[in-house]
């Protein structure tokens, strides 16, 4: 079966600019988290969505924000871009269900997003 | 303090021995706790899972957790050179936010 994809897989942006990522998940999973990973900071939780509702959010400012549709697709966008948010953006897709079907997340291969 | 401590490593393990990682987690509630296995340049893959107290084995890899004293543990047998790579523990918070460690960076030595 196909896995999740996140487009597109490099990007290259100026800042002050906003950008849109995707990822489409594994068919039948409804939960999609993203993830921020930098060499320093490792694997940062931005935020979670489950049937088109946010379950959870990490700290991160309100220029990161995201959504998912009704076929479990999602979409994070960054605006007004600064240079420290270059990183590799990981989306990671599940059942999203509960203990003791939590099979744990599969990841997408990211978007390596350069601030220039 | 940290959601989830790992010791960052690197950590060097000759070829054959048991490789042992570790990593603490700091909310009690906790229930559910993964290991990811990451190259280089990759994505992060599922290795294993456990949500019970004691161990759990999957071929040459073993995940030990205790509750009462919040860690989780992965032991690898027979390390291969193959299994170089950055280990990420994960532990589910609350309603299915994963959070990750650090990660432990692992080296099998030929």
């Known amino acids: 079966k196909a896995g999740v994809t996140q487009t597109p897989r490099y990007l290259i942006k100026t800042r002050g600019q906003q950008v849109t990522l995707s990822c489409s998940p594994i068919?039948?999973?409804?939960?999609v988290s993203w993830y921020q990973q930098t060499p320093g900071q490792g694997l940062q939780f931005l935020f979670e969505y489950f049937s088109e509702t946010q379950r959870n959010k990490g700290n991160f400012p309100g220029r990161f924000s995201g959504r998912q549709f009704s076929n479990s697709r999602s979409e994070m966008n960054v605006s007004t871009l600064e240079l420290g948010d270059s990183a590799l953006y990981l989306c990671a897709t599940s059942w999203g269900a509960s203990l003791p079907d939590n099979y744990g997340y599969t990841f997408g291969s990211g978007t390596r997003l350069t601030v220039v | 303090q940290k959601e989830v401590e790992q010791n960052s490593g690197p950590l060097s393990v000759p070829e054959g021995a048991i490789a042992s990682l570790n990593c603490t987690y700091s909310?009690?509630?906790?229930?559910?706790f993964f290991w990811y296995r990451q190259y280089s340049g990759k994505s992060p893959e599922l290795i294993m899972f456990?949500?019970?107290?004691g161990d759990k084995e999957d071929g040459r890899f073993t995940a030990q957790l205790n509750k009462a004293s919040q860690y989780v543990s992965l032991l690898i047998r027979d390390s291969q050179p193959s299994d170089s790579a950055t280990y990420l523990c994960a532990v589910i918070q609350g309603a299915q936010k994963l959070v990750f460690g650090q990660g432990t960076r692992l080296t099998i030595n030929p």
């Open positions: 456990i949500y019970s107290n």
């Open positions: 068919s039948g999973h409804r939960s």
């Open positions: 909310d009690r509630g906790s229930q559910s």
